[in-house]
């Protein structure tokens, strides 16, 4: 029987291709970044629930965003990205940090702080509309491992320490991890850590134990604004689509959705988000592709190279003898 074509690469469900009959429908995570407020109750619960160990108070000198990447001890990360935001229209991602928003005519861009007067006595925007506005603005984002349809680290996991669950989701099993480190350069997200005290792969689990008991994801649970929606993929995607529509209705045109297109280079995620600016801005690869999938057609190559190799070593022989 040949393989699925699509293993590597392409649309498909995850869950029955792993083996499972009778899959329950894939689950996932929509997270829609336009109602984030940056409670981090995600963070918190996640290592609550979780058992992640603390990771310690590292003020890093970027807003208020002091865990600053996904990490082994960090499966939940809320981005603060500040931005100047020009009057008339959303920033571009050149546009971020640095550049002061009234820059005076004897003080060049970015040299330094400036005065961005006295407190209003009403909300932004309120006396000069929304296109008027040209304070700064925080796109703030609750990153997460991706649970790839087509995951990497799955592929180059020498000890099945990586597994797919029956809800499409992709689970690290800690006790069987030898360290190896594959799956951390597999990750086309950057995603999987290793713990400095073991060595071993962490990241988000979806809450595995909480899905099979029927329950929500912590971090999705503790979200007070529901930024973070947890359910069917399918219902996600539709829900996600109408939100798009609605925002771009309400003069928000830079609204995008990422990972949730079945034919991008890893098949869709399980864990998709509604974005205000591109990728690159929020620290996402724009195009991400699975690392895995020209491995095919590279072993096939290199199986040529070596009949070739060792055709041209007997004829030299076989001319040397002669």
Same mark, same amino acid.
């Given at each position: 029987? #040949? ?70 001890? !960090? ?75 087509? $995951? ?8 099945? !320490? ?22 951390? !350069? ?18 988000? &689990? ?9 329950? &929500?994801? $912590? ?5 007070? &604004? ?35 297109? %079945? ?20 620290? #996402?690869?724009?195009? %991400? ?22 055709? $041209? &070593?007997?004829? $030299? ?6």
């Amino acid at each position: 029987m #040949l393989p699925d074509p699509n293993s590597l690469y392409g649309p498909l469900d995850p869950a029955p291709e792993a083996g499972y009959e009778d899959a329950p429908p894939r689950m996932g995570f929509f997270t829609d970044t336009s109602v984030c407020i940056g409670c981090k109750a995600c963070e918190v619960a996640c290592k609550e629930w979780n058992g992640v160990p603390e990771s310690g108070l590292d003020l890093l000198g970027m807003s208020y965003d002091n865990t600053g990447a996904l990490t082994a001890n !960090s499966w939940r990360h809320v981005a603060f990205i500040e931005q100047p935001r020009p009057a008339g229209h959303g920033a571009s991602p050149s546009d971020v940090l640095g550049a002061p928003v009234d820059a005076g005519p004897d003080q060049p861009v970015g040299s330094g702080p400036q005065f961005l007067g006295m407190p209003g006595a009403q909300p932004p925007g309120r006396g000069s509309g929304a296109e008027g506005r040209t304070d700064f603005r925080w796109l703030m984002m609750s990153d997460v491992c991706k649970h790839c349809t087509h $995951a990497a680290c799955l592929d180059v996991c020498p000890t099945g !320490s990586l597994f797919r669950t029956e809800f499409g989701t992709v689970v690290v099993q800690e006790d069987i991890c030898n360290g190896c480190g594959y799956c951390i !350069s597999a990750c086309p997200y950057g995603v999987i850590d290793q713990r400095k005290d073991d060595g071993r792969a962490w990241k988000c &689990t979806l809450c595995y134990d909480r899905l099979g008991a029927g329950m &929500t994801p $912590a971090c999705a649970q503790a979200c007070p &604004t529901e930024s973070i929606q947890y359910g069917p993929l399918d219902e996600l995607r539709e829900r996600a689509a109408a939100r798009v529509e609605t925002l771009h209705d309400r003069g928000v045109p830079e609204a995008r959705l990422y990972g949730h297109d %079945p034919n991008d280079g890893v098949g869709g995620d399980g864990a998709f988000f509604l974005l205000l600016d591109e990728p690159e801005v929020y620290g #996402l690869p724009p195009d %991400p592709v699975v690392t895995t999938r020209d491995l095919p057609k590279m072993w096939k190559r290199a199986g040529l190279a070596a009949l070739a190799m060792a055709a $041209a &070593t007997v004829a $030299a022989f076989v001319g040397g003898s002669s």
